[in-house]
C-alpha cells in the first residue's frame, strides 16, 4: 500500500483539499478558506500545515466567535453547498468560538472546527490555559463543545484520522444533521508525523442525494391539499437550502395557495408576487397573521417552526386546522402532528407539482390574498414615507436601504429591534438578499456575517445593518474586511442602548429597567431605563470607533443626510460605515404575540397588569400533538 508521511495537521489538510461537491454539473471544492488565530495550540500543527500548502487560503481574523460567525454566513449563503474551516488555538481561544458554534448548529449550517487540545501525553500537565481535573486527565474545555456539535472527535492518535475524517464530511454534507463539526486537536498530536495511506487523499466527489417520500404520504397529501378551503405555505430556510425556490413558484403560480415566509425562509417567494403574504409569526405581517389563524392547512415546508414562526403556538387557530410537514429531517417533519412529508423540498414540490396540475384554490380565497397583499405594500410604503421629527425611525431607515440597493444586494442582520421590523418590511429583491441570522439570534454576528457573505460572494453589495449594542459587542471584523479588500456597508443605529429589550420590558410593565446606555445617577435611583435624564447619556463617539478601525464613515443628522450618504457609499471602495442617530421609542405596529414569561406576583402594579394580559394570551395556545 502506498503511504505518505505527514504530521496529523499536515494529513488533515490535504484531505480537506481533496474533498468536492458536485453541484450544478461540476465538481467544486468544498472548503472556501481556512480562519484563524494561532497560538500554542495550533501554530507549530494546524497553522505549519497551512503554511506549507498552497491550496487552502487563510484568513487572519480578530476573534475567534466573529471568525465562526462568518463561515456560518458563508455557508447559508452559498446553501450550504461550501463551508470553511475555522482554527483555534487552546483554551481561551477554542471556548472563544463556542457561541458562534452554537449558533451554526441551531442554524443547520455546516462549520468545521479545527481547535487546539492540551497534550495527549499529559507529560507537561498543566499545560498554559489547561483545565485542571482532580477526578479525570480526560477532561478539557473543549468537551463544552460535545452538546453543541452535530459531530466532535478527539484526535489522540494519528490513525483515528481514516475513520473520523469521512464522518465530517457525512455530518457537514448531511441536510438534515448538518451543524458544527469539531476536531479536538491535541497540541502535540497535531504535530506528530505518521504514515498515511495514499489513498485518505485521493480526490472525493460528494453528492447531496435528494430524497424523496413515499408514494402513499405523497398521495395523501395530495387529498389534503385538495379537500382545503384555506391552505397556507410556510416557507421556512430549507426551500433555500434545498433550491426548491423554482419548484415553489410553479407550485403556487398552479394552486394559487399563498405563502408566508419565516425569517430563514423570507426571499423564497419574491416580494411582490401576489401569493406573498410576507412574514409569518411574531413579526408577521398583518395578512399573514390572519390567515394563519383561520387556514385549515398549513403546508410548512423547510421550516423547524420555532417560537416566532408560531407566535408561540398561538397562530394557528382553525379548531380543524391540519399540518403537512415538507422536510428532509425527521426532527422536523413529525412537528405539529403533521402528516410527515419526509423529503428533499424540491423533489416533493415537483411531485406535487404533477399531481396537483388541475387543482386551484376557490376564487374568494385568491382574491383575498390579492387585497392582502396589496394591503400590506401600502402599509409599508406609509411606514418607508413617513418622516419622525428631529431623528429617523428605524422605519424609515429600512426604507431608506431597501430603495438603494441593487437586486443582488443583500442586507445582513441578526439581533435586536431590527430583525423583527426587516422581517416585516423588507421587499425582497432576490431570494439571497435577505440574510437573518434568527436562529440564535446572536448579537454581534451582523458584521462577522457580512463579511462571510461578501467571501462567498465578492461582486454582491453587502449592506450590514447593526445596533449600537450589537456593534460595541463585535466589530473588529471591520479591520478584516479592510484587510481582505471586502467592502461591506454597514449602517449603524444609534439609539442609546437595547431599544428592543427596553420595548419588551416596558411590555412586562418592567420599563425599560437596565436598557438604556446612560451614567449611574445614584440619586435619582438610575435604573438604566426610561425615566433616566438625557443629560445622563453616555456619549460614545462610534462613528470615530469605526474610523480608528479603518472604515470610511458618514455621519447622519437626518432622513436627508442617510439618504445621501446611502448613495454616496456606493462609490467608495472600501468598508463604509454610515452613522445614523434612531427614535428609541418609535416602533413599527406587531400583529401577533410571542411568549416571554412575566413575574407571577410583584411590587409594581405594571407588570400585575402585564401578568394579567399574559394569562390572556395563554388561553390562545394550543398544541397540535
Ligand atoms: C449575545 C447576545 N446577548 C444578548 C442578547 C439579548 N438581546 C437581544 S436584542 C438585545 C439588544 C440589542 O441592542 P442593539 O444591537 O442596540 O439593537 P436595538 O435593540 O437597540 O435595536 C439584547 C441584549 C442577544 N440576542 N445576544
Ligand atoms: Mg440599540
Known amino acids: 500500500m502506498n503511504k505518505i508521511k505527514l504530521t496529523v495537521a499536515q494529513a488533515i489538510i490535504k484531505y480537506i483539499n481533496n474533498q468536492y461537491i458536485y453541484t450544478n454539473g461540476v465538481d467544486r471544492k468544498f472548503f472556501g478558506g481556512c480562519f484563524g488565530i494561532l497560538g500554542h495550540g495550533n501554530v507549530g ?85 489547561q483545565l485542571e481535573s482532580n477526578s479525570s486527565q480526560d477532561i478539557s474545555v473543549n468537551d463544552c463543545f460535545k452538546p453543541i456539535s452535530k459531530y466532535w472527535d478527539r484526535i489522540n492518535r494519528p490513525e483515528q ?94 394552486t394559487d395557495i399563498p405563502v408566508a415566509e419565516t425569517f430563514a425562509g423570507k426571499g423564497a417567494v419574491i416580494y411582490n408576487d401576489s401569493h406573498q403574504l410576507g412574514a409569518i409569526g411574531a413579526t408577521g ?60 423540498a424540491r423533489s416533493v414540490l415537483k411531485e406535487l407539482n404533477i399531481y396537483l396540475n388541475n387543482y386551484k384554490v376557490s376564487k374568494n380565497y385568491s382574491t383575498e390574498i390579492k387585497k392582502l397583499n396589496l394591503k400590506w405594500d401600502n402599509i409599508v410604503s406609509k411606514i418607508y414615507n413617513y418622516r419622525n421629527p428631529i431623528i429617523p425611525s428605524q422605519g424609515e431607515i429600512i426604507g431608506a436601504v431597501n430603495n438603494i440597493i441593487n437586486n443582488k444586494d443583500v442586507v445582513v442582520c441578526a439581533a435586536g429591534s431590527l430583525p423583527g421590523d426587516l422581517h416585516k418590511l423588507w421587499r425582497t429583491k432576490d431570494p439571497k438578499g435577505f440574510h437573518l441570522e434568527y436562529g440564535y439570534s446572536c448579537m454581534g454576528y451582523e458584521i462577522a456575517g457580512g463579511l462571510g457573505i461578501k467571501m462567498a460572494y465578492p461582486n454582491r453589495e453587502v449592506y450590514v445593518m447593526v445596533g449600537d449594542g450589537s456593534y460595541l459587542m463585535l466589530s473588529q471584523e471591520i479591520i478584516t474586511s479592510i484587510q481582505e479588500n471586502l467592502k461591506l456597508t454597514i449602517i449603524l443605529i444609534d439609539n442609546q442602548g437595547y431599544k428592543s429589550i427596553g420595548s419588551l420590558s416596558r411590555s412586562i410593565g418592567s420599563k425599560g429597567f437596565g436598557t438604556k446606555f446612560s451614567f449611574r445617577n445614584e440619586k435619582k435611583n438610575n435604573d438604566f431605563g426610561d425615566s433616566d435624564y438625557k443629560e445622563k447619556e453616555i456619549k460614545v463617539n ?38 445614523v442617530q434612531c427614535d428609541r421609542f418609535h416602533e413599527v405596529k406587531g400583529y401577533s404575540w410571542w411568549e416571554v414569561p412575566i413575574a407571577a406576583t410583584s411590587k409594581m402594579s405594571s407588570v400585575d397588569k402585564a401578568y394579567k394580559e399574559y394569562l390572556k394570551h395563554k388561553k390562545d395556545q394550543r398544541f397540535y400533538n
Not at 70 to 94: E, H, V
Not at 553 to 569: F, I, P, Q, S
Open 161 to 254: 484520522l481514516q475513520s473520523s475524517l469521512p464522518e465530517v464530511m457525512r455530518v457537514l454534507l448531511s441536510p438534515s444533521e448538518t451543524g458544527t463539526v469539531m476536531l479536538s486537536l491535541p497540541q502535540d498530536v497535531q504535530s506528530e508525523s505518521f504514515e498515511f495511506p495514499s489513498k485518505l487523499f485521493k480526490k472525493k466527489v460528494w453528492e447531496i442525494q435528494r430524497l424523496r417520500p413515499d408514494k402513499k404520504i405523497i398521495e395523501k397529501a395530495v387529498k389534503w391539499i385538495m379537500k382545503s378551503k384555506k391552505p397556507l405555505i410556510i416557507a421556512g430556510g430549507g426551500v433555500h437550502y434545498s433550491e426548491a425556490t423554482g419548484e415553489l413558484l410553479e407550485f403556487i403560480n398552479k
Open 285 to 344: 405581517t398583518l395578512g399573514a397573521v390572519k390567515i394563519s389563524k383561520e387556514s385549515d392547512l398549513i403546508i410548512g415546508i423547510g421550516t423547524r417552526y420555532s417560537d416566532f414562526t408560531t407566535s408561540s403556538k398561538t397562530a394557528f387557530q382553525n379548531k380543524n386546522v391540519k399540518f403537512i410537514n415538507i422536510n428532509i429531517s425527521e426532527f422536523d417533519v413529525s412537528k405539529n402532528g403533521a402528516l410527515m412529508v419526509q423529503g428533499d
Open 542 to 579: 462610534l462613528a470615530e470607533n469605526a474610523r480608528s478601525l479603518g472604515a470610511h464613515v458618514l455621519e447622519c443628522k437626518n432622513y436627508k443626510d442617510l439618504k445621501y450618504a446611502l448613495t454616496k457609499a456606493k462609490d467608495i471602495d472600501k468598508t463604509t460605515l454610515i452613522y
Open 45 to 129: 500543527g494546524i497553522g505549519q500545515a497551512i503554511q506549507e500548502q498552497k491550496e487552502l487560503k487563510y484568513y487572519q481574523c480578530r476573534n475567534e466567535q466573529s471568525m465562526v460567525h462568518s463561515a456560518a454566513a458563508y455557508a447559508k449563503i452559498r446553501n450550504r453547498k461550501n463551508a470553511l474551516i475555522c482554527t483555534a488555538s487552546i483554551g481561551p481561544g477554542s471556548t472563544n468560538m463556542i457561541t458562534a458554534a452554537a449558533g451554526a448548529t441551531i442554524n443547520r449550517l455546516p462549520v468545521l472546527l479545527l481547535a487546539g487540545d492540551i497534550f495527549a501525553k499529559r507529560n507537561v500537565s498543566p499545560a498554559l490555559q
